[in-house]
């Protein structure tokens, strides 16, 4: 998305930015979600990553250790 050299400026609060949004192709907002996702940081810490890539690693290596959803979810409502 080439940047031009006139500015615009419109006072839009932000329902009026959202309705505008909402007004979009789907295309040009797939586009715009584009761009926000390269403008929102990584929000997810890097010790964060390496731990499941850990946990990855070693269900990969053991899949045995692995319980089906259905025990997962039975394990989970218990607390």
């Known amino acids: 998305m080439a940047a031009s050299g006139t500015s615009v400026y419109l006072p839009l609060n932000f329902t009026q930015l959202v309705d505008l949004v909402k007004a979009l192709p789907q295309k040009e907002k797939q586009q715009l979600i584009n ?15 390496k731990e499941v890539r850990k946990r990855i690693n ?10 089906d959803e259905r025990t997962a979810l039975k ?3 218990k607390f």
Not at 58 to 67: A, F, G, R, S, V
């Open 35 to 49: 761009v926000l996702e390269q403008e929102i940081p990584d929000v997810i810490p890097e010790w964060q990553k």
């Open 58 to 67: 070693k269900y990969n290596k053991h899949p045995e250790l692995l319980i």
């Open 75 to 77: 394990m989970i409502n």
